[in-house]
């Protein structure tokens, strides 16, 4: 059955001369369609509008089978992993008790102890749940812990004991000879991302410190082949859902290309865990945390994660509550059991998009992980890395702060009459894109009274509405009130309602006609009115105007100003 039968055939060029007619209406002139609406990415490769059967970049295998691209398995599903960092055992069974598949134990001085591990896991069958430890500097501490605890009781614990380096070589050797079900070592590939970088800096730096952890092991006395099924990845789930599953995907050719490269039987293929990030969590408007978890949950998933990690959306306030934590295993339960996204192999395999971007990602991502291997390998290129991902970082804040990169609910969308919501403890560790808007949102709600701006509209409603409510929704995301002159043009009136609202920076708002005949005179009357700064919504120079506010300026740089204008003490 041929499902186009009675269509005329579309072709590439048919796309094109459509979509040039489109962009000629709405007054864009670009070489090419291609050219006009392709995006970049901070890695340097190109999204491009459209991909077709000629963008496949070759046979991708079968799940289950190398080079591992379509899945390390070719079976259905993924363990449901959460996080815990406090020592809180009925916390630990209701995850258990309600759909969780393993545990993820964050051990140390600030987070669960290794003395209380026992208690942790009082209720916990050991050779049923799978327990992976993330314990830094104490990790022989806690790995000790962790099987003495199973010793006792009889059984051979299942999971990973987190190490790396000579610690992590040590505790393989135990695995290999004594627990087959337990691994000893994990590439944290979380660091790379929290700190700013990309998807192929992550990757490449992942692949950079899993061949690291080879060559300890194999210095310990581990074949290529015991080495390799050791090791288990840890990576990053964004609200970007095809950056993910094309990320997860590439992961997997990359490793397997180690394994080839080393002489290794492919077996199995990488092993990998991924987390919802920490970095794209908000404190402000929390709630929009559970939409930015469930995509890169579903993008976890549909990239062929063995265990996923959803963080709760409070994480970023504090230790979670009950309530975040159900709704974090349950995101996953949906995903699994209603959606059943988990009874379908490489749910992605064949898209002529996912497989082209999985293989240009790749190959970035090979190149940097060889050029880290020239300089020495992961720790020798520890300056190279950081300076790298450093750029990166400073390229997605520029865009952050330009709002190139929107966050709903703190750079857009912002509801300053929404109560922030609190938690006990710290929250989460590390930077998030939301900061600075929200250090700023903070220090508003900290004053005694909101620091405003008067948005003077010129005109009628319809002439002044749209950019009235692109500058209220950009002062607002740094907590700023606005407040409204309403209809008219005359500058006296205007000034006189600027004078009664307390405030002491305006933006003019209206129509470019509108701003040629009333923008110089609206401006004059603010002044003497006591304005400090006078704004503009849109693009133009008028007499009386400090500055403009338009799409892509830098927003941050504008909310400073206004602070500094109404000395508010940063």
């Not at 950009?474 to 307390?502: C, H, K, M, N, R």
Request: overall charge negative; hydrophobic content about 45%; aromatic content about 6%.
């Amino acid at each position: 059955m041929e499902l186009a039968a009675g269509f005329a055939p579309a072709t590439r060029d048919d796309w094109r001369q459509l979509a040039a007619a489109v962009l000629r209406k709405s007054g864009i002139e670009a070489g090419s369609p291609e050219e006009a609406l392709s995006t970049p990415t901070y890695d340097g490769l190109t999204i491009a509008p459209l991909y077709d059967l000629d963008d496949l970049p070759g046979d991708p295998g079968l799940p289950g089978a190398p080079p591992y691209v379509r899945g390390s398995r070719a079976v259905t599903g993924w363990d449901v992993r959460q996080r815990h960092a406090v020592p809180d055992p009925e916390a630990v069974l209701a995850d258990l008790e309600n759909g969780v598949t393993s545990l993820w134990l964050v051990v140390g001085d600030d987070a669960i102890p290794p003395g209380a591990l026992a208690a942790v896991l009082k209720d916990v069958h050991l050779d049923l749940a799978p327990v992976v430890l993330q314990a830094g500097e104490r990790t022989r501490e806690a790995a000790e812990a962790l099987l003495a605890l199973a010793a006792g009781r009889g059984v051979s614990p299942t999971g990973n004991l987190g190490g790396s380096g000579a610690a992590g070589a040590e505790l393989a050797v135990r695995c290999v000879a004594d627990h087959p079900g337990l691994r000893a070592v994990t590439v944290d590939a979380t660091t790379w991302h929290d700190a700013g970088g990309s998807d192929a800096e992550e990757l490449g730096c992942s692949i950079a410190r899993g061949v690291a952890e080879l060559r300890e092991l194999t210095g310990a006395g581990l074949s290529v082949e015991q080495a390799l099924g050791q090791i288990e990845f840890r990576y990053v789930a964004t609200d970007d859902q095809f950056a993910t599953i094309a990320k997860l995907r590439a992961a997997r050719r990359l490793w397997a290309r180690v394994a080839e490269v080393c002489g290794a039987p492919a077996r199995g293929g990488q092993r990998q865990h991924a987390v919802t990030s920490s970095a794209m969590m908000t404190a402000r408007d929390p709630y929009v945390n559970l939409l930015r978890t469930t995509v890169a949950c579903f993008a976890a998933g549909v990239g062929g994660a063995g265990a996923v990690t959803v963080q709760p959306f409070d994480a970023a306030l504090g230790q979670p509550d009950a309530f975040s934590r159900r709704i974090a295993r349950n995101t996953q339960s949906l995903l699994l059991e209603e959606a059943h996204l988990g009874r379908v192999l490489d749910p992605a395999g064949g898209s002529w998009y996912v497989e082209r971007r999985t293989a240009d990602l790749a190959e970035r991502a090979w190149a940097w992980f060889q050029e880290i291997e020239a300089a020495g390998g992961a720790a020798a290129a520890a300056g190279l890395i950081a300076g790298r991902v450093e750029a990166t970082r400073a390229r997605r804040a520029a865009d952050i702060a330009h709002r190139r990169f929107p966050i709903t609910g703190v750079s857009e969308f912002p509801d300053l009459a929404q109560k922030p919501v609190a938690r006990q403890g710290a929250g989460l560790p590390g930077p998030r894109y939301a900061a600075e808007f929200e250090a700023l949102r903070d220090l508003a709600d900290a004053q005694p009274e909101r620091p405003k701006v008067f948005l003077a509209t010129i005109g009628p409603v319809a002439a002044h509405t749209a950019r009235a409510a692109f500058a209220a929704n950009l002062f607002q995301a740094g907590g700023l009130a606005t407040e409204s002159a309403g209809p008219g043009a005359d500058p006296g009136q205007i000034a006189t309602a600027f004078a009664v609202s307390g405030a002491r920076v305006a933006c003019l708002c209206s129509s470019d006609k509108l701003y040629a005949e009333h923008a110089a005179a609206v401006a004059a009357a603010l002044r003497r009115a006591g304005a400090r700064r006078v704004w503009l919504a849109g693009k133009g120079a008028y007499d009386g105007v400090d500055a403009n506010l338009y799409a892509g300026c830098d927003a941050l740089a504008v909310l400073r100003t206004t602070y500094d204008d109404l000395e508010v003490t940063r």
